[in-house]
């Protein structure tokens, strides 16, 4: 119906809006706590299962400057498990591909985030009770 149309739209306005805010608060340079680790990795999530290329993604990121690096873990069958690592080359990099957050990659809204495993230690592992712990950070 028209009423729910224009509540969508407005919606998204809402949403496009604060992402503007945010991401220019994170591009403003007095504001470089985002920075304070020195990590340029980057966590690309909610990335379909089939067609995830490495090429692919590439092509998505490539407004983000030179990448360093990008892992995509894969199955034992070969497909995607549904997320990516990149290493972007500098501070610029990482902040336009956290303004990618929420855009269209094949069909799914991807999430785009900072890396919080950035320097390979920690993170999240699978206890003998198979329930989700954080490994402590040494």
């Known amino acids: 119906t028209r009423v729910a149309k224009d509540r969508k739209a407005a919606d998204e306005s809402s949403q496009a809006a604060r992402r503007a805010d945010r991401y220019a608060r994170l591009a403003d340079p007095s504001n470089l706590e985002v920075f304070q680790d020195g ?3 980057v966590y690309v999530g909610n990335l379909p299962y089939e067609g995830v290329t490495e090429e692919a993604l590439e092509n998505f990121f490539s407004g983000c400057g030179e990448l360093r690096r990008l892992d995509v873990p894969r199955n034992r069958d070969g497909t995607a498990k549904g997320f990516a690592f990149l290493q972007c080359k500098d501070q610029a ?5 956290l303004n990618r957050d929420r855009d269209l990659f094949l069909g799914r809204a991807v999430r785009v985030k900072r890396s919080d495993n950035a320097d390979g230690r920690g993170g999240l592992t ?6 989700r712990t954080q490994t402590p950070r040494l």
């Open 93 to 97: 990099g990482v902040v336009a591909a």
């Open 39 to 41: 990590s340029l990795d």
């Open 126 to 131: 699978r206890s003998r009770s198979r329930s």
